[in-house]
């Protein structure tokens, strides 16, 4: 190879590492920009990389300082890329932990590989030739380790999605960052010149050609195991959260339950008492007491007014639970519309439709309250189609609704996060428990919730 030869390849070589490495990074933040934002997203992020190399190189800017620029021109651009700023902090912050790790790895292997080759007085087409070589194995070593060592942090961090707020997110960081700042002290300390003479850290300590591709190993590592653990707590804490919610929930259908074996004992206690009603009525009207009469009858009507259950569905729980969020949407001023009939008992566990309209229905009511300009609406059907049964709950909202990966709308509520937005996954869980579905909808304004229930066969 000529030097002119030599002195192109060299630049189609700085340009094809480039958008090596520019491919590698677009290819990590990949599964983690959503769907509908990738079109415009992942070529932002090739192109930065692109701008950013092009301006390193030009401005002669340190080598320490790169993925520092990178970070805040992708920081910078994250709302089109679609992914919040921790996320984008954290994905460019692990990707060059493991590009730096992955760099200081193959150094000592071309190290090893460039010593074994003997080097000789040859002809100056032979040594470009050489180099050329040399630099192109570093290369595909560099990038083959890299891109594996990125997709296995992609794939753990796929496994559970992880609420980055700033503990977590500094916690997260720890590692990486240590990594590069550990590969960028000895990138400074491979090579050095001292009175013109060039030395090489793993001449002077050849001990160092094991421990530092060690040690950047488990800079790596450490990263990915950090990963690992915090989605593992993670995963524990929704776990928990879950379970709570489920027992506040049993409790609260339990409590509804009791509830309505009160009423109905009530109910029964009242039939036996109006024989003597009615002949104390009779007495006062044969004595001709009808003033007496007009007050007992007062009485009556009084004390039996906290028997009345204004609506009423076909089964004492969900009748309770319909009545008691129809006397707290009055109470705010919410249009509550009811057309709910109940299946025969057979098929469907009251329990577990107590449960579906208990968490359709308290979201539904929270939504109203936010509700400051235009009508606060709930309307709740349910009825029988063959062997199915459809719930729906219609209801105004304010805002703008957020569908995560899970097709469930992400919770807003900052306080307490793990213990909010677990309803919606309980009621999907009570209707694959029939062979059913939830569908979610959000269009101008109007929130919609529909389940549909198979009806259960003895197989069940």
């Not at 630099?135 to 890299?146: D, I, K, N």
């Not at 949407?329 to 566990?349: C, K, M, N, T, W």
Request: charged share 20%.
């Amino acid at each position: 190879m000529s030097e002119t030869g030599f002195r192109i390849f060299n630049q189609a070589f700085s340009a094809g590492a480039e958008l090596t490495y520019a491919a590698l990074l677009t290819a990590f933040f990949r599964p983690f920009v959503p769907q509908d934002k990738r079109r415009r997203g992942l070529p932002l992020v090739f192109f930065v990389y692109i701008l950013f190399e092009i301006v390193c190189n030009r401005a002669a800017l340190p080598q320490g300082s790169f993925g520092l620029i990178l970070m805040v021109m992708l920081l910078a651009v994250s709302r089109w890329i679609g992914l919040e700023k921790p996320s984008v902090f954290l994905l460019t912050l692990l990707y060059f932990n493991a590009r730096i790790s992955s760099g200081l790895m193959v150094q000592s292997l071309y190290f090893i590989v460039e010593r074994s080759v003997p080097y000789r007085l040859e002809p100056p087409e032979a040594v470009f030739l050489r180099a050329a070589l040399l630099v192109m194995l570093f290369l595909l070593s560099h990038t083959s380790m890299l891109a594996v060592m990125l997709y296995a942090l992609q794939r753990q961090m796929r496994k559970q999605k992880m609420t980055l707020h700033r503990r977590e997110l500094c916690y997260l960081s720890l590692v990486p960052t240590a990594g590069i700042l550990f590969g960028q002290v000895i990138s400074r300390l491979l090579v050095e010149f001292k009175d013109g003479v060039l030395l090489q850290l793993y001449e002077r300590h050849p001990a160092f050609l094991a421990v530092i591709p060690v040690l950047a190993l488990l800079f790596y590592a450490g990263a990915y195991l950090t990963i690992a653990f915090q989605q593992g707590m993670a995963a524990l804490r929704e776990k928990q959260a879950t379970h709570y919610m489920e027992y506040q929930q049993t409790q609260a259908i339990r409590a509804r339950i009791h509830e309505a074996e009160q009423f109905y004992t009530r109910i029964r206690g009242l039939k036996h008492e109006m024989r003597g009603h009615l002949t104390n009525i009779k007495g006062l009207a044969q004595s001709g007491e009808y003033a007496s009469l007009e007050d007992y009858i007062a009485k009556m009507d009084e004390s039996m007014s906290g028997f009345e259950l204004t609506l009423q569905t076909g089964n004492p729980v969900t009748d309770v639970i319909v009545n008691e969020i129809r006397r707290r949407s009055l109470d705010l001023g919410i249009r509550f519309q009811v057309e709910f009939h109940y299946p025969d008992p057979g098929a469907y566990d009251a329990f577990d439709v107590g449960i579906i309209l208990q968490n359709l229905l308290q979201n539904a009511v929270e939504a109203c309250e936010k509700v400051g300009d235009g009508e606060r609406f709930i309307v709740l059907t349910g009825k029988r189609k063959g062997r199915f049964f459809l719930i729906e709950v219609k209801n105004s909202f304010s805002g703008e609704v957020v569908f995560g990966q899970d097709g469930l709308p992400v919770t807003t509520k900052q306080e307490d996060a793990p213990m909010h937005g677990i309803g919606l996954a309980n009621v999907r869980r009570e209707a694959e428990k029939y062979m059913g579905e939830l569908e979610l909808k959000a269009v101008q304004r109007k929130f919609s919730a529909t389940v549909l229930l198979q009806e259960r066969s003895d197989s069940f």
